[in-house]
């Protein structure tokens, strides 16, 4: 029962029009996708948990100064946030060795990386997200050059603080993917968070058993996607057993 003006349609959330202008209103839908939308199944219960670890991170990462787009959480599934000038990056910061990382340069799966290494991958499905570098960045003029050094000192910042947020409920941050946009406020502009924090664009491995505890368990087949969430949701103190019902059984209407 949305009466809102739908604004976009991506593959796990939905952009609508906000209350006021410069806002939109982020919904978060159950679609679980991976391999550029090729494999595509319905996780009843995801959005609602992506829209709650969402807001902890965000909220929390507003907190310490770090400048993200979120406003406050709505509903179950919906939160108010700053519309921004997506640059079209997808910035990946990586601390273990995993995914395209180990397929392309054949590294060992779990390998702890010399340092944290920053990646970008211009956000194109038709082209399938390429690796590109700072130069295309810069050349192409997806990004100019102090923005790009903004862009690189916020993903460091979230990376710090994720790694002890999630070391400290026994998860280890392996890696995960950012997007930032450009906020105009008055005269001045400045690059935010956007988009979304959450098991879908994170890999986080349980520090004792090493089990998987994000998007792969869907990408490998592994199941129990929802539990793993859940699990996360649950460590980070956003949910507690008993609400468990909010995420499984009828579809809450709202
Ligand atoms: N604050 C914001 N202002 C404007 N657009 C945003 C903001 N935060 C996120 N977005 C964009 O909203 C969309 C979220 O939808 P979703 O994540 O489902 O897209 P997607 O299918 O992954 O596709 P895309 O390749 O565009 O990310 C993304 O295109 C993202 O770049
Ligand atoms: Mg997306």
């Given at each position: 029962m949305n009466r809102r003006r739908k604004i976009y349609e991506g593959k796990a959330k939905v952009l609508y029009e906000g209350p006021e202008p410069g806002t939109l209103v982020q919904y978060f839908k159950d679609d679980a996708t991976a391999g550029n939308g090729k494999k595509h199944e319905i996780v009843d219960g995801k959005g609602v948990l992506n829209n709650r670890i969402s807001e902890f991170i965000f909220t929390k990462l507003n907190g310490l100064g770090i400048p993200t787009h979120f406003v406050r959480r709505m509903n179950m599934r919906e939160q108010l946030i700053k519309e921004v000038e997506i640059i079209p990056i997808e910035i990946v910061v990586r601390n273990v060795a995993a995914g395209s990382l180990v397929k392309r340069l054949g590294l060992e799966q779990g390998t702890q990386l010399p340092r944290s290494i920053i990646e970008f991958y211009y956000k194109d499905d038709a082209l399938g997200d390429p690796l590109v570098s700072e130069e295309h960045i810069t050349a192409f003029g997806w990004a100019t050059p102090p923005e790009l050094d903004d862009i690189m000192s916020l993903a460091i910042r979230v990376n710090d603080f994720l790694t002890g947020l999630f070391m400290g409920v026994?998860?280890?941050?392996v890696d995960f993917k950012i997007e930032c946009g450009r906020l105009y406020e008055n005269d001045m502009m400045r690059i935010i968070l956007a988009d979304e924090i959450s098991p879908d664009n994170c890999r986080l491995w349980d520090v004792k058993t090493r089990n998987k505890l994000d998007k792969d368990r869907f990408r490998e087949d592994l199941g129990g996607m929802l539990d793993a969430y859940r699990e996360v949701a649950q460590r980070l103190g956003i949910l507690v057993e008993t609400d468990n019902a909010l995420t499984t059984g009828p579809r809450l209407v709202q």
């Amino acid at each position: 029962m949305n009466r809102r003006r739908k604004i976009y349609e991506g593959k796990a959330k939905v952009l609508y029009e906000g209350p006021e202008p410069g806002t939109l209103v982020q919904y978060f839908k159950d679609d679980a996708t991976a391999g550029n939308g090729k494999k595509h199944e319905i996780v009843d219960g995801k959005g609602v948990l992506n829209n709650r670890i969402s807001e902890f991170i965000f909220t929390k990462l507003n907190g310490l100064g770090i400048p993200t787009h979120f406003v406050r959480r709505m509903n179950m599934r919906e939160q108010l946030i700053k519309e921004v000038e997506i640059i079209p990056i997808e910035i990946v910061v990586r601390n273990v060795a995993a995914g395209s990382l180990v397929k392309r340069l054949g590294l060992e799966q779990g390998t702890q990386l010399p340092r944290s290494i920053i990646e970008f991958y211009y956000k194109d499905d038709a082209l399938g997200d390429p690796l590109v570098s700072e130069e295309h960045i810069t050349a192409f003029g997806w990004a100019t050059p102090p923005e790009l050094d903004d862009i690189m000192s916020l993903a460091i910042r979230v990376n710090d603080f994720l790694t002890g947020l999630f070391m400290g409920v026994g998860i280890q941050l392996v890696d995960f993917k950012i997007e930032c946009g450009r906020l105009y406020e008055n005269d001045m502009m400045r690059i935010i968070l956007a988009d979304e924090i959450s098991p879908d664009n994170c890999r986080l491995w349980d520090v004792k058993t090493r089990n998987k505890l994000d998007k792969d368990r869907f990408r490998e087949d592994l199941g129990g996607m929802l539990d793993a969430y859940r699990e996360v949701a649950q460590r980070l103190g956003i949910l507690v057993e008993t609400d468990n019902a909010l995420t499984t059984g009828p579809r809450l209407v709202q």
